[in-house]
């Protein structure tokens, strides 16, 4: 069992950066894939990043590579999402989830972070 916890959100301007934090619990997080979605109103939930178990391996949407950036401390059972250059299409609910090993889903889900990107 794994529970997620992000944090880190809130409302900034176009152009400015926010860092969002999942704090896992439960020892599976360090051989789990992490991955980071969104949510914004009306539309669907999208991929935005993942991450390997070591870190070494990461992967992006289109719409945020050069922007976003995930990364990994398995020592603090926390996976970041660095954003930069946040635009207002950016606006949505950011939501952690894990794929443990040997799984081919995200079993565990945080509760997630609102991210709010003004014009």
């Known amino acids: 069992q794994v529970q997620l916890v992000e944090s880190g959100g809130g409302l900034v301007q176009t152009g400015g950066s926010l860092r969002l934090s999942c704090a896992a619990s439960?020892?599976?997080?360090?051989?789990?894939?992490m991955g980071w979605f969104r949510q914004a109103p009306g539309k669907e939930r999208e991929f935005v990043a993942s991450?390997?178990?070591?870190?070494?391996?990461?992967y992006g949407a289109d719409s945020v590579k050069g922007r976003f950036t995930i990364s990994r401390d398995n020592a603090k059972n926390t996976v970041y999402l660095q954003m930069n250059s946040l635009k207002p299409e950016d606006t949505a609910v950011y939501y952690c989830?894990?794929?443990?090993?040997?799984?081919?889903?995200?079993?565990?889900w945080g509760q997630g972070t609102q991210v709010t990107v003004s014009s």
């Open positions: 991450i390997n178990w070591s870190g070494r391996s990461t």
């Open positions: 989830a894990a794929s443990p090993r040997g799984s081919t889903t995200y079993n565990y």
């Open positions: 439960g020892r599976t997080f360090s051989s789990s894939v």
